[in-house]
């Protein structure tokens, strides 16, 4: 007898993920029903794949105006041709995505339900007129945009992530709520492609939470200094209301003393919550909330329903989510088989296009503070990029990059903000999650590139293991 599967959320890269290694079994029912329209997924609709598209717009217009061998007039970004290039993409990508899900369809035991799932109890939801009683639920719905609940909110306009995506004319200046990775990378976009004056609420000393402070404190300084925004640190937002010529007015707490600003608008890059709300939990024996879902992706009220991605609120990543969409995939067959679960778990990899893709910053593995924490015996070594000669002849000498290494010679951790960091993070992923020691990572020459910057921190480690 097969095992009835439905996933509700296919098109998101949790679901999908679920779902393709799900259909490959062959006493496994599968029904998947997604209500997008036209559908394909967060990341590549609202997410990472549009918000690098229009940021590489900016990108240009950066590199001109920050390199003073360029002469001429400075170019404009065309924010229409900008938004319409992004949609076309954007729109294949998604063409790709719900083409795959059709594959999956068209095998003979999977289907796909265009429609939206509510449970009416547990184990059976309602898709339109139709009932499902599976044995397994996989939740992939994703997450939403967060608004937060300050006084005043609900009377003016907010613009989200969402909307500045799609925007092809924005006002003279702003204001925003939210520096986490949403904002460090819109707000460079704002300031360059819409040429928009930025003052940015940070409730903390400094921006990136996950860094080490001094690659905070760089990011800050040189989101000051090359998009002459105005970041306002030990700030927060308590009360907003409409002026008279369409604005808006906040008012806030800057280290105990109250502030006004105005601005043409108002923007809100304050993070995502798991898109829950129409799924009909409250039919259910499952309460939502703090630890609702467990490592093996497993609902705590009921183990037969699992959350993957975005929507169990864990880690709001793209990587994570098909990671966990492939667990839940395998967990849902060891519970069937009566076989022990597998917890989920990640090497930390995180990357942040900050300063328009410029000055990325990228996290893999431990950081200096995280060891620390963990109580693992460490050493760091610490590189400016501007002691490369690389850099400086790319014209982006700004930076730094970190390696975290036990006393044992393992690689426990790589930080970069610096150019190209996002790429380097792939070759220390593998450096990290192999164990690699440090000593036996070959110093090779090659043609200077970028990622000599590594060879540098892996030497310094090594000699001071030595």
Same mark, same amino acid.
Request: proline fraction near 5%.
């Given at each position: 007898?097969?095992?009835?599967?439905?996933?509700?959320?296919?098109?998101? @890269?949790?679901?999908?993920?679920?779902?393709?290694?799900?259909?490959?079994?062959?006493?496994?029912?599968?029904?998947?029903?997604?209500?997008?329209?036209?559908?394909?997924?967060? =990341?590549?609709?609202?997410? =990472?794949?549009?918000?690098?598209?229009?940021?590489?717009?900016?990108?240009?217009?950066?590199?001109?105006?920050?390199?003073?061998?360029? @002469?001429? +007039?400075?170019?404009?970004?065309? %924010?229409?041709?900008?938004?319409?290039?992004?949609?076309?993409?954007?729109?294949?990508?998604?063409?790709?995505?719900?083409?795959?899900?059709?594959?999956?369809?068209?095998?003979?035991?999977?289907?796909?339900?265009?429609?939206?799932?509510?449970?009416?109890?547990?184990?059976?939801?309602?898709?339109?007129?139709?009932?499902?009683?599976?044995?397994?639920?996989?939740?992939?719905?994703?997450?939403?945009?967060? $608004?937060?609940?300050? +006084?005043? $909110?609900?009377?003016?306009?907010?613009?989200?992530?969402?909307?500045?995506?799609?925007?092809?004319?924005?006002?003279? @200046?702003?204001?925003? #709520?939210?520096?986490?990775?949403?904002?460090?990378? %819109?707000?460079?976009?704002?300031?360059?492609?819409?040429?928009?004056?930025?003052?940015?609420?940070?409730?903390?000393?400094?921006?990136?939470?996950?860094?080490?402070?001094?690659?905070?404190?760089?990011?800050?300084?040189?989101?000051?200094?090359?998009?002459?925004?105005?970041?306002?640190?030990?700030?927060?937002?308590?009360?907003?209301?409409?002026?008279?010529?369409?604005?808006?007015?906040?008012?806030?707490?800057?280290?105990?003393?109250?502030?006004? $600003?105005?601005?043409?608008?108002?923007?809100?890059?304050?993070?995502?919550?798991?898109?829950?709300?129409?799924?009909?939990?409250?039919?259910?024996?499952?309460?939502?909330?703090?630890?609702?879902?467990?490592? *093996?992706?497993?609902?705590?009220?009921?183990?037969?329903?699992?959350?993957?991605?975005?929507?169990?609120?864990?880690? +709001?990543?793209?990587?994570?989510?098909?990671?966990?969409?492939? %667990? *839940?995939?395998?967990?849902?067959?060891?519970?069937?088989?009566?076989?022990?679960?597998?917890?989920?778990?990640?090497?930390?990899?995180?990357?942040?296009?900050?300063?328009?893709?410029?000055? +990325?910053?990228?996290?893999?593995?431990?950081?200096?503070?995280?060891?620390?924490?963990?109580?693992?015996?460490?050493?760091?070594?610490?590189?400016?990029?501007? @002691?490369?000669?690389?850099?400086?002849?790319?014209?982006?000498?700004?930076? %730094?990059?970190?390696?975290?290494?036990?006393?044992?010679? *393992?690689?426990?951790?790589?930080?970069?903000?610096?150019?190209?960091?996002?790429? #380097?993070?792939?070759? #220390?992923?593998?450096?990290?999650?192999?164990?690699?020691?440090?000593?036996?990572?070959?110093?090779?020459?090659?043609?200077?590139?970028?990622?000599?910057?590594?060879?540098?921190?892996?030497?310094?480690?090594?000699?001071?293991?030595?």
């Amino acid at each position: 007898m097969s095992t009835h599967v439905v996933i509700v959320g296919a098109y998101g @890269s949790a679901g999908v993920a679920a779902a393709q290694r799900l259909a490959d079994e062959s006493d496994v029912r599968l029904t998947l029903v997604d209500d997008g329209e036209p559908g394909g997924g967060l =990341c590549i609709l609202r997410g =990472c794949m549009p918000s690098k598209e229009v940021l590489s717009a900016a990108e240009h217009r950066f590199a001109a105006r920050h390199d003073d061998r360029l @002469s001429g +007039p400075l170019p404009d970004v065309d %924010l229409e041709a900008t938004v319409e290039r992004k949609n076309e993409h954007t729109s294949n990508f998604a063409a790709h995505r719900r083409a795959a899900v059709e594959r999956l369809a068209k095998r003979e035991h999977v289907e796909f339900i265009h429609g939206t799932a509510r449970f009416v109890d547990d184990h059976r939801l309602a898709v339109g007129d139709r009932t499902l009683d599976p044995d397994y639920v996989v939740i992939a719905t994703g997450s939403s945009v967060t $608004i937060p609940d300050l +006084p005043g $909110i609900d009377d003016v306009p907010v613009r989200t992530s969402a909307d500045v995506l799609d925007a092809t004319e924005f006002g003279d @200046s702003g204001v925003v #709520m939210g520096f986490g990775y949403i904002g460090m990378e %819109l707000v460079p976009y704002l300031s360059e492609a819409a040429g928009m004056d930025l003052t940015v609420i940070e409730h903390d000393a400094r921006p990136l939470d996950e860094g080490d402070d001094p690659f905070g404190d760089v990011l800050l300084e040189y989101y000051r200094e090359a998009f002459d925004i105005d970041v306002l640190t030990h700030t927060d937002e308590k009360r907003v209301e409409a002026t008279g010529d369409g604005g808006v007015r906040m008012y806030v707490d800057r280290e105990g003393t109250e502030e006004v $600003i105005e601005a043409d608008q108002l923007f809100a890059f304050t993070g995502r919550r798991p898109t829950l709300d129409r799924l009909g939990f409250e039919e259910t024996a499952i309460e939502t909330g703090p630890e609702w879902v467990e490592n *093996t992706m497993q609902t705590r009220d009921d183990p037969r329903v699992f959350v993957a991605g975005d929507a169990n609120g864990k880690e +709001p990543i793209l990587h994570v989510a098909k990671e966990q969409g492939h %667990l *839940t995939a395998e967990n849902i067959r060891r519970h069937r088989d009566g076989e022990p679960l597998r917890a989920y778990e990640n090497v930390h990899h995180h990357v942040v296009f900050s300063g328009l893709g410029v000055l +990325p910053y990228a996290r893999v593995g431990h950081s200096a503070e995280a060891a620390d924490d963990a109580g693992v015996d460490h050493l760091v070594v610490t590189r400016e990029t501007a @002691s490369d000669g690389v850099f400086k002849t790319k014209n982006v000498p700004e930076g %730094l990059a970190r390696l975290v290494v036990g006393t044992d010679g *393992t690689v426990l951790g790589f930080q970069g903000l610096h150019y190209h960091a996002d790429a #380097m993070a792939k070759t #220390m992923q593998l450096a990290v999650e192999m164990e690699l020691d440090v000593r036996e990572i070959p110093d090779r020459a090659y043609h200077p590139t970028t990622p000599e910057i590594l060879d540098g921190l892996v030497r310094a480690a090594a000699d001071e293991l030595d």
